[in-house]
């Protein structure tokens, strides 16, 4: 279990790196690329480079979740959270113009990481089997997409409210059902059209997800996306590994409390910081005479 955690912490760090990067370079290419942002977005170097650290944050996830339960991983990538605020504000120190944490915000960001780190200590997940069954996780990947699919057209227009706080539940609705299918690729045999059917699914939901968590992004300030983002997806990863993957979360009375605690904590600090304050104005993107051809 213990090389879980390190893992689990290790590639938390290695999507918060991803995750700051990304966003800082979505949202300078969205001020100049116009509609076409998402190709101009895929030339930029530093996008690329933080795609890299989220591919060494994937490999990290899946010797995590080789070596522990879904129950135990997916809730300790959301540590990265803080992390990410905590390296997002500092490369933000030599540009006032840009939104970051206040003090509410930081005290929020701790919650979330006490609760999940007090579910964690009751609930000491233990390890189920290591498939689940194929049908079900593909219906699981079907309703992700249509999360997805419905995020984004819901949100198309600038003018919606909380355009990143949908995207990033979207978004982290397809991380976490990507996770489970992690977990089944590293069971099933390779090669066999078992692994290629989850594959496909998996490669599916990350190319999906993705591209919402990018337009969350450009959407808004870090603070509105990443939190609801880092929290459904665990959240959507141990609700469903207890049934598909048969793993138990500690029985018992005193268990049970804290888990509940753990749980309000983290929903509490997760409410803070998605709420808007008067310092997070969403990216604004530039109007159709303005864009830079």
């Not at 895929?42 to 129950?71: F, I, K, N, Q, T």
């Not at 888990?259 to 803070?272: E, R, S, T």
Request: with cysteine.
């Amino acid at each position: 279990m213990l090389t879980a955690v390190l893992l689990s912490l290790a590639g938390a760090c290695a999507f918060g790196v991803s995750t700051v990067v990304q966003h800082r370079t979505a949202a300078d290419t969205a001020a100049v690329a116009g509609a076409r942002w998402l190709v101009r977005l895929a030339r930029r170097p530093a996008w690329l480079g933080a795609e890299a650290a989220g591919g060494l944050g994937v490999v990290l996830h899946a010797a995590a979740l080789r070596s522990g339960p879904v129950a135990l991983v997916q809730p300790l990538l959301a540590g990265g959270l803080v992390f990410a605020l905590a390296l997002g504000a500092w490369a933000d120190r030599r540009h006032p113009g840009r939104p970051r944490p206040g003090r509410r915000q930081w005290l929020a960001a701790l919650a979330v990481a006490a609760g999940l780190t007090t579910f964690l200590l009751s609930a000491r997940p233990a390890a189920g089997t290591a498939l689940a069954p194929a049908a079900g996780l593909a219906a699981l990947a079907a309703v992700a997409l249509l999360v997805a699919g419905v995020a984004a057209c819901s949100t198309r227009r600038p003018g919606r409210p909380h355009r990143a706080l949908v995207r990033g539940a979207a978004a982290g609705t397809c991380f976490g059902v990507t996770g489970l299918l992690l977990k089944q690729l590293l069971g099933v045999p390779v090669p066999s059209w078992a692994a290629a059917a989850t594959a496909g699914e998996l490669l599916s939901l990350a190319v999906v997800g993705t591209a919402l968590a990018q337009a969350a992004f450009v959407a808004g300030p870090l603070v509105e996306s990443l939190p609801v983002s880092t929290v459904v997806e665990p959240a959507v990863g141990v609700l469903l590994a207890v049934p598909l993957f048969g793993e138990a979360l500690l029985p018992g009375a005193g268990a049970r409390v804290g888990q509940l605690a753990g749980a309000l904590v983290l929903g509490a600090g997760l409410v803070v910081l998605a709420r808007r304050g008067p310092a997070d104005a969403p990216v604004r993107l530039p109007q159709p005479a303005a864009v830079v051809r």
